[in-house]
Nanobody, 123 residues
Framework: QLQLVESGGGLVQPGGSLRLSCAASGFSLDYYAIGWFRQAPGKEREGVSCITIRDSTPYYTDSVKGRFTISRDSAKTTVYLQMNSLKPEDTAVYYC????????????????WGQGTQVTVSS
């Protein structure tokens, strides 16, 4: 059964860090890209970062460049999102999703999604 499962969310103070994980099962990540999206209450889902699994090419939206780092493990089963210097505006539910390649942030182009993990940045 194809699954994407996120973990690692939580409550952190501004300036803090979290590392999110997206574990894939039921398919080989080798032929896909994994994107991270987030959705805050009352806002649309927005793309944050994406990685092409085969060559680990990363992509970032402007608001997280220099603060977030996307990576994958050597077994190509898990994708990570290291989030540093977190701000209150980073508060959202974070989702990972699958697509054949990165390069477009439209959520409708991603075919499988995880259930999401809550990230709250607050003092």
């Amino acid at each position: 059964q194809l699954q994407l499962v996120e973990s690692g969310g939580g409550l952190v103070q501004p300036g803090g860090s979290l590392r999110l994980s997206c574990a894939a099962s039921g398919f080989s990540l080798d032929y896909y890209a994994i994107g991270w999206f987030r959705q805050a209450p009352g806002k649309e889902r927005e793309g944050v970062s994406c990685i092409t699994i085969r060559d680990s090419t990363p992509y970032y939206t402007d608001s997280v460049k220099g603060r977030f780092t996307i990576s994958r493990d050597s077994a190509k089963t898990t994708v990570y999102l290291q989030m540093n210097s977190l701000k209150p505006e980073d508060t959202a539910v974070y989702y990972c999703a699958r697509r054949r390649r990165c390069g477009n942030w439209s959520p409708t182009l991603y075919d499988y999604w995880g259930q999401g993990t809550q990230v709250t940045v607050s003092s």
